[in-house]
């Protein structure tokens, strides 16, 4: 079973369950979701992202502790305590934005990567080397609750057909986000070139390490 | 439709399609597999891989131009011609090697490769970056006829064996044929730590970007 770190705190069960559902719905992953604590914004700026990093660590030490849990991903595009987490859990762990990063690698070889936030997540931006074409992100859609706005999807798409039209041979996202309003299936379907899914990136590196 | 290419030439139908086969038991992917031409001994040095690039960007060319396959890739660890195909064919073009070194990334920060030549693939260990740990490969498994032998999952256990415990968190194949002997499930299963096989890498990427 994949342990799913969300690094927002939240006590509704839908929220906290989201991209699990996907998962299993998608690519029949069992999974279990937790949260850290005290940060109902979740990772907004550097100094949140350093508040969370020792909460992810230790829910990524209990979890691994767990029979049941042989992996874990912090379900986030920042990446935070990518790397702590992987040296304290002692099993697999992973994170959404570096797994996305490495999907896109697969596919082409200029990616670009669409957002809400002003900047690019550095780790995604590290991984992809030479291979990063752009960042892009819309000036209305900046927050994940304007994503479900009647048009945001259109903004999304003027923003990757920039992309493409400018040599991008691969989408990439930069938050998970987009994974609940069905993004990545319109994009493709409109630019014909590959777009990579947040939860989608993690279910698959899940897919390579299961148990058989 | 995935379009395989295999990078030795046969007419032996069951070896041409054998990494498409286990694409379609395992992950139910509809593909076809064609082969270059004259090189019966496949890749096996610079000059084999040299006079193998323009009939690999040829091949992915014809493929491309046919309206059931979507992507293509290069079923070889040393992803010859990568880039070249990739930007004759206009469709997405990925490659063995560099899939498994990106799948790998994901797992973990300390990558074994394994293999059977003795030099490792110079795409695989450039993706892999500092993230890559060591090279190992046993010098009695060194053709792909070998690996049917008995003891050579033991062998290649021995290797992987080693590479843990100087610190390896992930070991990935260099070598297709690893796949056919199944040696994935019986190195997860014996080690512990997670196993990337090449034609399960190129599933993945395949994966990624199917028509919704």
């Not at 987009?178 to 994009?187: A, C, D, G, N, R």
């Not at 777009?195 to 899940?206: G, K, P, R, W």
């Amino acid at each position: 079973m994949l342990g799913i770190i969300r690094v927002l705190t939240t006590e509704d069960q839908a929220v906290l369950g989201k991209h699990g559902k996907i998962m299993e719905e998608d690519f029949h992953i069992q999974s279990v979701s937790r949260c850290i604590e005290e940060q109902p914004q979740g990772i907004y700026n550097d100094e949140s992202e350093k508040a969370a990093v020792p909460k992810i660590v230790q829910l990524a030490e209990e979890m691994a502790a767990e029979d049941s849990i042989d992996a874990i991903t912090i379900s986030c595009a920042a990446d935070p305590a990518l790397e702590e987490a992987r040296q304290a859990a002692g099993i697999p762990v992973f994170g959404a934005g570096t797994c996305g990063a490495y999907a896109a690698s697969m596919l082409g070889s200029n990616v670009a990567i669409i957002g809400i936030t002003e900047e690019v997540p550095k780790r995604m931006k590290a991984v992809l080397g030479n291979r990063f074409h752009s960042y892009l992100f819309s000036s209305t859609v900046r927050k994940t609750t304007d994503l479900s706005r009647s048009g945001a999807k259109e903004e999304m798409l003027k923003k990757a057909e920039e992309a493409v039209e400018h040599g991008a041979d691969v989408i990439l996202f930069a938050c998970t986000g987009f994974s609940t309003i069905q993004l990545k299936e319109y994009l493709q379907a409109k630019t014909g070139v590959p777009a990579v899914d947040l939860v989608e990136a993690q279910a698959i590196a899940y897919y390579l390490i299961r148990k058989s």
